[in-house]
Structure formats: structure tokens, C-alpha cells
């Protein structure tokens, strides 16, 4: 989609994070929005930042849960601003932990927010899409989506999950000849923003340099190349930014065989070509600081007990 301006976007997890920068980023682009996520004021906070861009912003506060609510947003987007060109499925939960102890009810409800609610909206959306003969819709995953993360088997499962789901939807695009970009990006760590900055301020733990850490503009601005581009996958890249690992075409005509070869341009340059040791120790370090940031808790659940 090369022209944005006077285009509708609805962008979830727009409260907080990386979803107001990408809704401060359309703005200034001149599309309208429909910001969604659960925190009503700060939603009402976000659209009194950018309604003086001179765009139109809605707020549809909604658990993402909730699958009766997603319809009734896509309807009332719709309704109030005549269409959804981009849909930006950028919302998600993140809780690290030891899998043995892992709240049972948080499976379900990671599933819920970061897998089921994009493949909900996208199969809402995508007819309207269609019918209009344009469209575009963005999945923010994580490197989580295409290495295994310790302490992080939720997480990582569901952003595996929308990986394949995004390119598995490209493959069917390009099958049927629909008028539809699909694009995944998958960022390392975003700095100073987000569950990342928050978790950090929690544990005092490090990310993984394997990982890259980018500035939430960095990740902004891949998401409006790969929608302006029409590229599928984008991966955060350290230390140089982002960079296009694979074309729509590399996707479909090597299939499964591709795979391994993203997960080492994934990371670094040198795990391009030793992502089994490179990532093993990347992994390892990750795994120590949170067992650390884990063991701190544990010993202060233990103090307060005493
Ligand atoms: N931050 C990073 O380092 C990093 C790295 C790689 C990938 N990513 C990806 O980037 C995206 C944005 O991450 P972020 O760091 O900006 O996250 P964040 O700061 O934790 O924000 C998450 C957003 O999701 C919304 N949300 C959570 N549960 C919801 C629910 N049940 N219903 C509706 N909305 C819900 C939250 O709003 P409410 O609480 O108001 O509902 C909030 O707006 C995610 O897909 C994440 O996986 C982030």
C-alpha cells in the first residue's frame, strides 16, 4: 500500500508501548485510527495527543478476549470511519517463567491475546478488505517467533504461531491474486518502551545481544516499509537495525527448507553461519538472568513469609 494518507488503521495494544508510536507514526502519515485496548483513559489519552494532527481517532476499548466484542469493533470501526485499510495486530502478553510453574489459566489467556485475537480480527477484516480491493495487515511477533526463548514457552509459541500464520496468509494471497500485503515483524528487544523496558526495570536483566536491541522508531519505520513495500517479514537485526531477510518469493518456493537460514540472519551477522552456538549461548545468558531475576523473587516470597 504505497499511499497512506486518508487510509483507516486499527491498531491493537494502542495504550501503551510500541502501539502509540506506531499510531503517533500513521498520524503524522495522515491516516485516520482506531486505537484498541482495554485502558479506556489512556486510549482517550492518546487520541487527544493525535486528533490535532488533523486526523479522525477512535478509541474502541476492548479485551481482546472476547471474541462477540472483536466483531462488534471491526463493526463499529467501520461504521464510524468508513472502512479498516490497515489492520495492525500488535497487542500482546508476555510472562516469564520457570514452565513448571507457569499459572495454567495464563496459557490459555497468552493464546487468547497474542494468537487467537490477530487470526479473529484478520478473518474479520480480510473480507472487507477484499471487497474493497485493497488492504494490509501487520503482525507484530518478536525474534521469540523464530528462536526458542527459555523461560518464555508461551510467548514463543504464540509468536511462532503468528509467523507462520502471516505466511502461511501470504502464500494464500499470492495463490488467489488478492489485493492484500501481509507483514510480519519480528523485533529483538525495543528500548525504552513497552514489556521489554518494563521487565527491565523490574529484573535489571540484560537482553540477549543475539536478540538486538532497536528503538521503537527503528521498529516503526520497518512497519511502514514493509506496508509501503509490501515485504513479509522483517527481523530485528543487531546492531544495525532491521534488514529484509526473505521475499514473499523465498518463502513459497523453498517452504520449511528456509527456515533455518532466517533464524540465523535473525540475529547477528555471525549467526548467519553458527546459529546452533551462537544461539545456545545467547540463550543460556538470557535463561541465567532471568533464573536470577526468578531466584530474587523467590528469595523475597520466602523473607516475606518469615
Ligand atoms: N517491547 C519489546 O521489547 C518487544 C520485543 C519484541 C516484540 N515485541 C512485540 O511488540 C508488540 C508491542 O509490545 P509492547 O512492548 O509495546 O507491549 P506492552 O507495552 O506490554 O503493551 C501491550 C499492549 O497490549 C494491550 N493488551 C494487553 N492485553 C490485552 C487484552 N486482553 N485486550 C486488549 N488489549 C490488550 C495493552 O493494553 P491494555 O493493558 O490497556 O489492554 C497494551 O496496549 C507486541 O506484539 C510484542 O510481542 C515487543
Known amino acids: ?5 486518508g ?3 486499527l491498531i491493537t495494544g494502542a495504550s501503551r508501548g510500541l502501539g502509540v508510536h ?4 500513521l498520524a503524522d502519515r495522515g491516516v485516520h485510527l482506531a486505537l484498541a485496548a482495554r485502558t479506556a483513559s489512556d486510549l482517550e489519552r492518546i487520541r487527544a495527543e493525535l486528533a490535532p494532527k488533523g486526523v479522525k481517532v477512535l478509541c474502541v476499548p476492548v479485551d481482546l478476549t472476547d471474541r462477540v466484542a472483536l466483531q462488534s469493533v471491526v463493526e463499529r470501526v467501520v461504521g464510524e470511519l468508513g472502512s479498516i485499510d490497515l489492520l495492525i ?7 516469564g517463567a520457570l514452565y513448571t510453574e507457569y499459572p495454567r489459566e495464563s496459557l490459555q489467556r497468552t493464546i487468547d491475546v497474542n494468537l487467537t485475537a490477530p487470526m479473529m480480527l484478520t478473518s474479520m477484516v480480510l ?4 471487497a474493497r480491493g485493497e488492504g494490509h495487515v501487520v503482525n507484530i511477533a518478536s525474534v521469540a517467533g523464530i528462536v526458542g526463548v527459555a523461560y518464555n514457552e508461551a510467548y514463543a509459541t504464540t509468536k511462532h504461531g503468528i509467523v507462520g500464520f502471516t505466511r502461511s496468509l501470504a ?10 500485503g501481509f507483514s510480519c515483524i519480528l523485533p529483538g528487544f525495543i528500548a525504552d518502551t513497552g514489556m521489554y523496558e518494563h521487565m527491565k526495570q523490574l529484573t535489571g536483566s ?4 543475539i536478540a538486538g536491541t532497536s528503538s521503537p522508531q527503528a521498529v516503526v519505520s520497518a512497519t511502514l516499509k514493509a506496508i509501503e513495500r509490501n515485504r513479509l517479514e522483517v527481523v530485528g537485526r543487531h546492531p544495525l537495525g532491521f534488514a529484509r531477510v526473505r521475499s514473499r518469493r523465498m518463502v513459497q518456493s523453498r517452504g520449511l527448507g528456509q527456515a533455518s537460514t532466517t533464524v540465523g540472519r535473525a540475529g547477528s551477522v555471525g549467526a548467519a553461519r553458527a546459529p546452533g552456538s551462537a544461539l545456545t549461548l545467547e540463550r543460556f545468558r538470557y535463561a541465567e538472568s532471568h533464573a536470577r531475576a526468578r531466584r530474587g523473587r523467590a528469595e523475597q516470597r520466602s523473607l516475606r513469609k518469615a
Open 1 to 5: 500500500m504505497k499511499n497512506l494518507r
Open 7 to 9: 487510509k483507516t488503521a
Open 22 to 25: 506506531l499510531a503517533r507514526a
Open 89 to 95: 495486530n500488535n497487542a500482546s502478553l508476555e510472562q
Open 127 to 130: 473480507p472487507h478488505m477484499l
Open 171 to 180: 502464500a494464500t494471497a499470492e495463490g488467489e491474486g488478492w489485493p492484500v
Open 206 to 209: 540484560a537482553s540477549p545481544l
